[in-house]
């Protein structure tokens, strides 16, 4: 490769050569957006916040951390923090923090004592029924769907945590409606 230096032209030692081919591959970095940093702020609060309510939680699913996340990274999840596991959003409900094991996701079986779903915002009346998600509580004379019915948690039939999908034979909680 030749370079030209006060008006005279010649060929570049290999030393050369090399810290230009170096420099030519290095981008200048480009200082992150005041958006990139609000996000990034905001996502690094949630994983601390304890307070933050249910409905507030259900507004900001892409900025909630993932359980996933806890888990590659080896961090505990505080008490009350939310997190976010196959799309449906989930407080921690111990009240130390918890380590995440793969083989005990939120959804899995028996970990309704750590995590506990957040409730979709619905009126629970047959016109908006809640969409049921197992470990969720299940209030009597509310109304829930589950696979393209609505059912009505029968007088009586509370179920807190509630574990029994609607419809589910020998279980008298749950009333279909239609």
């Known amino acids: 490769m030749k370079i030209c230096e ?4 010649r060929d570049m030692t ?3 050569e090399a810290a230009w081919n170096q420099s030519a591959q290095e981008q200048p970095e480009q200082p992150p957006t005041v958006e990139t940093q609000a996000v990034a702020f905001t996502r690094a609060m949630a994983r601390t916040m304890t307070t933050l309510s249910d409905a507030d939680a259900l507004t900001m699913p892409d900025i909630l951390p993932t359980w996933q996340s806890y888990l590659d ?3 505990q999840i505080p008490p009350g923090v939310c997190i976010v596991h196959n799309g449906q959003c989930y407080r921690q409900s111990q009240s130390t923090a918890v380590t995440p094991q793969a083989h005990q996701p939120p959804d899995s079986a028996g970990m309704l004592a750590v995590y506990r779903p957040i409730e979709r915002q619905h009126a629970g009346t047959q016109a908006d029924p809640i969409p049921w998600v197992s470990g969720m509580d299940c209030y009597a004379g509310k109304y829930y769907s589950y ?5 009505r948690v029968a007088d009586g039939g ?3 945590p509630c574990v029994w999908y609607p419809g589910m034979p020998d279980v008298w909680q749950w009333e279909l409606v239609e």
């Not at 696979?147 to 059912?151: C, E, K």
């Open 6 to 9: 006060n008006g005279v032209t």
């Open 14 to 16: 290999p030393e050369e």
């Open 73 to 75: 990274a080896g961090e």
């Open 147 to 151: 696979n393209g019915h609505i059912y």
């Open 158 to 160: 509370t179920m807190k």
